[in-house]
């Protein structure tokens, strides 16, 4: 149960808070006089505040630092009165969650206080998940703050604390020789050798010779001996990405060296026997490869032991920003440029894309708009998309359809409003309260417009 401060100190809106706050089902500590409110914020943990700006004896400002200083990422809500909307935006810039003015909407309120609990939750779990990483030092950077990012980052985790078999599914572009690499790196084989096939890419005529070596005269032109990959990575990992294209006759070969660890290269007499750990991946279902007959059934088991699913970029929006913001840093470093930063506009043409070709397309994406800038700001005419095609596979339903419409219409209303609901409704011919609930059917947080 979520936890929350209230301070004022008019007691009769301590009353009426807290008879709202526990009616949504939170655990509501409240307190009239600063000193109190210091007493308790030392004492317990917190998941959001809610100061009065005024107080006897003080102000909601000086509180906020005192609060903020044990606990930093703590929400804080300030009310206020019209009177005194300058020192709100003050507060605002000194680290306020969002203010609100008496006599204040009860609903907005209660879903400012959703969000910014679900804002703290977001943050600590990032903080957590980055001391996973820091405990095990060398994960490469994974970017993202959508939940599902974290509980790949958390699988990757699990999966690097075992040693079975381990299958990365996703479409292409969406990281998973990133997330291979991380596993190696996580394990307690971080010292031994990383090696990695695609297997899409190898002529079936030579994958054979490639994963298990071959001795000399093996088959003409084989002047010599050649250790395979799989006797390269003795002692740690071999990451077999896109194994989804190994041709079948292949498959069987590749299963009775995963099953046994053990294996003949071309024109040897003598098996190899190897100590190593399989990481797979495709972009491809593969479960219904198996069920079409193009993928062994028994080498799926093999290799499906700890799954572990990318999700595509259209479907974690929420991490282009960040993405974004790691791109432009790295490129600008690589290519030597001073650019800083990327305005709103070219962020929003990035956010309502697609993403056919996910994380790897957008830092194609960004890295072309960094070769064109000239200063240090990307602007939206340098973000180039493709052309998108339309075929029948890609057409969306008219409630898919419907839906997209509908959340960019109340994402440009917020950006004309600049947050202000009651604008908003206005300039949409809705009512207030219809709004507010088409704004937390499509989680759109006006905050995110009044601070842009």
């Known amino acids: ?54 107080l006897s004896g003080g102000n909601g400002i000086d509180l906020m630092k005192n609060i903020r200083e044990i606990d930093p990422d ?30 204040f909407d009860h609903r907005e309120l209660l879903l400012q206080v959703k969000n910014g609990v679900e804002k703290l939750k977001l943050s600590r779990e990032v903080k957590r998940l980055r001391n996973i990483v820091k405990q095990n030092h060398t994960i490469p950077n994974i970017i993202g703050m959508s939940e599902s990012i974290h509980k790949v980052l958390e699988l990757t985790h699990l999966a690097a604390e075992s040693n079975s078999n381990v299958f990365i599914s996703g479409e292409s572009g969406t990281g998973k020789g990133m997330i291979a690499r991380a596993l190696h790196q996580l394990s307690d084989r971080k010292e031994k050798p990383f090696v990695s096939i695609n297997c899409a890419a190898i002529p079936a005529t030579l994958l054979e010779s490639e994963l298990f070596g071959f001795e000399k005269g093996a088959f003409t032109g084989a002047t010599g001996n050649k250790k395979g990959l799989f006797v390269q990575a003795d ?22 060296a995963i099953e046994e660890r053990e294996f003949y290269p071309l024109g040897a007499q003598k098996n190899v026997k190897v100590d190593i750990r399989i990481i797979s991946a495709s972009n491809k279902d593969i479960e219904a490869e198996v069920e079409k007959g193009n993928f062994r059934s028994d080498l799926f088991y093999r290799i499906h032991v700890f799954p572990i699913r990318m999700p595509p970029l259209r479907d974690r929006k929420e991490d282009i920003p960040p993405l974004t913001e790691h791109f432009i840093e790295n490129i600008a470093k690589k290519m030597n440029k001073n650019i800083k930063a990327i305005t709103p506009q070219a962020l929003q043409k990035l956010m309502i894309y697609s993403w056919p070709g996910n994380v790897r397309e957008l830092e194609n994406i960004i890295e072309c708009a960094a070769v064109m800038a000239r200063d240090d700001v990307i602007t939206d005419d340098l973000i180039i998309l493709p052309t998108q095609k339309m075929d029948e596979s890609a057409f969306r339903s008219f409630k898919e359809s419907k839906q997209d419409f509908e959340r960019s ?29 088409l704004l937390e059917k499509y989680n759109v947080n006006p905050l995110d417009f009044r601070q842009g």
């Open 1 to 54: 149960m979520e936890k929350i401060l209230i301070v004022d100190d008019d007691v009769n809106i301590l009353k009426v808070l807290k008879m709202r706050l526990e009616s949504q089902g939170y655990q509501v500590q409240a307190a009239s006089e600063i000193e109190a409110a210091k007493d308790l914020a030392v004492k317990n943990e917190y998941d959001l505040a809610i100061l009065d700006l005024k």
């Open 74 to 103: 703590l929400p804080v809500i300030i009310l206020t009165a019209y009177g005194t909307i300058e020192s709100a935006v003050e507060a605002m810039k000194e680290g306020a969650y969002i203010y609100l003015t008496k006599p």
């Open 235 to 256: 002692g740690g990992i071999i990451f077999l990405d896109e194994i989804s294209e190994i041709p079948l006759a292949m498959q069987g070969k590749l299963l009775k």
């Open 409 to 437: 219409y109340l994402i440009e209303l917020m950006k004309i409003s600049r947050g202000n609901v009651s604008q908003a409704a206005k300039l949409a011919g809705k009512y207030r309260a219809d709004l507010y609930a």
